[in-house]
T-cell receptor
Framework: GESVGLHLPTLSVQEGDNSIINCAYS??????FIWYKQESGKGPQFIID?????DKRQGQRVTVLLNKTVKHLSLQIAATQPGDSAVYFC?????????FGKGTLLTVNP | NAGVTQTPKFRVLKTGQSMTLLCAQD?????MYWYRQDPGMGLRLIHY???????AKGEVPDGYNVSRLKKQNFLLGLESAAPSQTSVYFC??????????????FGPGTRLTVL
């Protein structure tokens, strides 16, 4: 099966800086990856996803990078804002089933 | 669209009591999932369903049962609650026929405490 893990449990950045949150996965057969944001007391909120046939995908202020060679996934948030403070976690898998990492708590300092 | 909704939001049970958590989605999704989320751990899949009338076991199915009698609803049952089932439970749904995405959309969660 798939194993997904995050590199750092916490990340603190200054408002306006760029944030990078990393994730590693184990199963080279995984063909779909996703990032979620979870605020305290709420359900996970979809941010961005990427298929394994892509290396990069951009959204509004967010970019996901996929390195299949080293089985690494990252989420980049541009110009981080206080409202970005939350737990971010990645997921990976195939055939409609996903395995999720534990999450990185992002704190944005004013 | 309401998306994915869950009932109830909070519940406190005594050991041995039973209860059912209800999940509903209005996105016409084929697949539905039940996860539990515990401190320091990622979401763990309990049971899932790939269509009306079908269910399957996930990573941590023991102590739980599910039913998918209607496409839009997915019920999670605890027949005899145990303190180890204290957790936050999330329902999710995915796939409306678009094969380009496997995005799972989550509900707001049910916080369950078993005393």
């Amino acid at each position: 099966g798939e194993s997904v893990g995050l590199h750092l449990p916490t990340l603190s950045v200054q408002e306006g800086d760029n944030s990078i949150i990393n994730c590693a996965y184990s199963n080279s057969a995984s063909d779909y990856f996703i990032w979620y944001k979870q605020e305290s007391g709420k359900g996970p909120q979809f941010i961005i996803d990427i298929r394994s046939n892509m290396d990069k995908r951009q959204g509004q202020r967010v970019t996901v990078l996929l390195n299949k060679t080293v089985k690494h996934l990252s989420l980049q948030i541009a110009a981080t804002q206080p409202g970005d403070s939350a737990v971010y976690f990645c997921g990976g898998g195939s055939n409609y089933k996903l395995t999720f990492g534990k999450g990185t708590l992002l704190t944005v300092n004013p | 669209n309401a998306g994915v909704t869950q009932t109830p939001k909070f519940r406190v049970l005594k050991t041995g009591q039973s209860m059912t958590l209800l999940c509903a989605q209005d996105m016409n999704h084929e697949y539905m999932y039940w996860y539990r989320q515990d401190p320091g751990m990622g979401l763990r899949l309990i049971h899932y369903s790939v269509g009306e009338g079908t269910t399957a076991k996930g990573e941590v199915p023991d102590g739980y049962n599910v039913s998918r009698l209607k496409k839009q609803n997915f019920l999670l049952g605890l027949e005899s609650a145990a303190p180890s089932q204290t957790s936050v439970y999330f329902c999710a749904s995915s796939y409306s026929g678009d094969r380009t995405t496997d995005t799972q959309y989550f509900g707001p969660g049910t916080r369950l405490t078993v005393l």
